[in-house]
């Protein structure tokens, strides 16, 4: 059974970095075709997509984040991990990790997600 | 960017009910569309992939059809769990896109 499943430190000051960690569990992270992913939720606001990552470490980075924004994977852990740099109090959010699957049409499904982690940046 | 536009953004209904929720593309996105359901405390939950596809396990009282620029989510016979918010999300190119989701209450 695949279980996602994250960690963080709850409460970030500004301009530090926020660092996350996505353990999963029942698939490895190198197993292809599939893909990794961070989301996130603002408060009262819609999802966000952050960054990706495929099962060869290949990563793609939402442009409005790309500057801030670093995703890995530990192979060893089978875990990958998110870093945002320099945060403000805008980037408060719930964030997700989620795997991204394909079908035999192309289309990308994330089915798999962790509960979410809060994360509140303030001083 | 694609922008995905939802209304209702919050609708409510009985158990019961047929509701119906619309998912409008700022470009064609073919059936490039998933929605999801969120509820507090829970990570979203797939419902509908590839704009019509019922992901495995969820109830055939939800469908989704479109294609192109729009779409709809439908919900047939509301139960008591699925009062949620519900978002959708386009998968055709990159930066994936949200709407802004529909809460659907007890009314």
């Known amino acids: 059974q695949v279980q996602l499943q994250e960690s963080g430190p709850g409460l970030v000051k500004p301009s530090e970095t926020l660092a996350l960690t996505c353990n999963v569990s029942?698939?490895?992270?190198?197993?292809?075709?599939?893909?990794w992913g961070w989301f996130r939720q603002p408060p009262g606001r819609g999802l966000e997509w952050i960054a990706s990552?495929?099962?060869?470490?290949?990563?793609s980075y939402n442009p409005s984040l790309k500057s801030r924004v670093t995703m890995s994977v530990d192979t060893t852990k089978n875990q990958f991990s998110l870093d945002l740099r320099s945060v403000t109090a805008t980037d408060t959010a719930v964030f997700y990790c989620t795997r991204q699957d394909y079908d035999s049409g192309g289309h990308t499904k994330m089915v798999y997600w962790g509960q979410g982690a809060q994360v509140t940046v303030s001083s | 960017d694609i922008q995905l536009t939802q209304s209702p953004s919050s609708l409510s209904a009985s158990v019961g009910d047929r509701i119906t929720i619309t998912c409008r593309a700022s470009r064609g996105i073919k059936e490039f569309l998933n929605w999801y359901q969120l509820r507090p405390g829970k990570g979203p939950r797939l419902l509908i992939y590839a704009a019509s596809i019922l992901e495995n396990g969820v109830p055939s009282s939800f469908s989704g059809s479109g294609s192109g620029t729009d779409f709809t989510l439908t919900i047939t016979s509301l139960q008591p769990e699925d009062f949620a918010t519900y978002f959708c999300q386009q998968s055709y190119i990159l930066p994936y896109t949200f709407g802004h989701g529909t809460k659907v209450e007890i009314k």
């Open positions: 029942g698939v490895s992270v190198t197993r292809a075709p599939y893909s």
């Open positions: 990552i495929s099962f060869s470490g290949s990563t």
